[in-house]
């Protein structure tokens, strides 16, 4: 037979072993009546966890304690949970529990040893107020949208700090046109802890942008139709005056039209080549302005137009 403190025997015979009345009442606080067998197991799993305790082995006093919780979920179970998660590490969930416990309702006529659970759960929770650490993560730059994660659980980014269990921890941040950063940090309890995160921008594709090309071809293009329909508007209206001149039948309304409509296509293709080289060169001028390497010029002049540089 394991020896079992005195104390804990009189605490868990409080608890696990009632009058009927007084049970009652425990049932209607733990959300379901416990039978006999019940009792007798959660006694035995609450001795376990106290000796393991004892002997500093937290997880298995942890495995212990739950165990008994499920059985019996009174007070006087959850803060012996509560009490080996803050010895493991697990402050935030431990703080969470002790702050359940001692917030939820007394009833009348309940055991002494379950107001007694809610006083330590209330210290118990102001003990790790105090112990619970901070982590400030500082993105440079800081973009609008950028997401943070602390291992791998998505986190809003506060000025006064995340409450976080102390140890290690993963850090990753992702924001769009930046790479992504992934970073170790040790938190210690009761501290403050603030880390730089910097963000890199992602590299920019080789090459020249679409933008500057379409904007060159549609520029060559429109000087080829200026030009070829320039010297054939030119050929019309030298071939129209000279038959207005001699009063032949091709000095007609007809024919005026059709050089007129010449010209039209002329100054259209013309207006095309200075609007596509203006797209090209203003893409080009803010490729430039983000790649100091590059080193572009542009030009364009009566029946030409001419890039040089490098890309």
């Known amino acids: 037979m394991r020896p079992r403190p005195s104390t804990l025997l009189m605490i868990t015979s409080l608890i696990l072993a009632s ?3 007084l049970a009652g009442d425990a049932a209607d606080t733990a959300g379901g009546a416990a039978d006999e067998k019940a009792r007798r197991d ?43 998660l803050a010895a493991i590490g ?34 118990l929770r102001d003990e790790l107020d105090d112990r619970i650490p901070r982590l400030k993560v500082r993105l440079v730059p800081s973009p609008a949208g950028a997401r943070l994660r602390i291992d791998g659980q998505e986190v809003k980014a506060s000025s006064e700090g ?26 210690p309890e009761r501290e403050i802890t603030a880390i730089d995160v910097t963000l890199t921008p992602e590299p920019r594709p080789d090459g020249v942008s679409p933008w500057a090309i379409g904007g060159f071809v549609a520029s060559g293009a429109g000087l080829a139709v200026g030009l070829g329909v320039g010297a054939a508007y030119l050929s019309a209206r030298s071939d129209l005056a000279e038959a207005c001149r001699q009063g032949a039948s091709g000095c007609s309304a007809d024919a005026r039209g059709d050089a007129n409509a010449l010209g039209w296509v002329s100054n259209v293709g013309f207006g095309l080549a200075i609007a596509g080289a203006a797209v090209g060169g203003i893409t080009l001028g803010l490729e430039r302005s983000k790649t100091p390497a590059s080193s572009v010029t542009w030009a364009v002049g009566p029946g030409y137009i ?4 490098t890309l």
Not at 306 to 309: L, V
């Open 19 to 21: 009058p009927p009345a």
């Open 306 to 309: 001419s890039m040089r540089g």
């Open 90 to 123: 697990r402050l935030s969930e431990a703080r969470e529990l002790a702050a359940t416990i001692a917030s939820s309702r007394a009833l009348p006529g309940e055991p002494w040893p379950f107001m007694q659970a809610r006083r330590r759960a209330d210290a």
């Open 162 to 187: 995340t409450l976080i269990d102390p140890g290690n921890h993963w850090v990753e941040v992702e924001a769009d046109g930046y790479a992504g950063a992934r970073q170790r940090v040790y938190v």
């Open 42 to 84: 959660a006694r035995e799993l609450v001795y376990l966890g106290d000796e393991l305790f004892i002997l500093r082995r937290y997880a298995e006093a942890l495995r212990a304690y739950q165990r008994a919780e499920q059985l019996v979920r009174v007070p006087s179970t959850s803060i012996e949970v509560a009490k080996a």
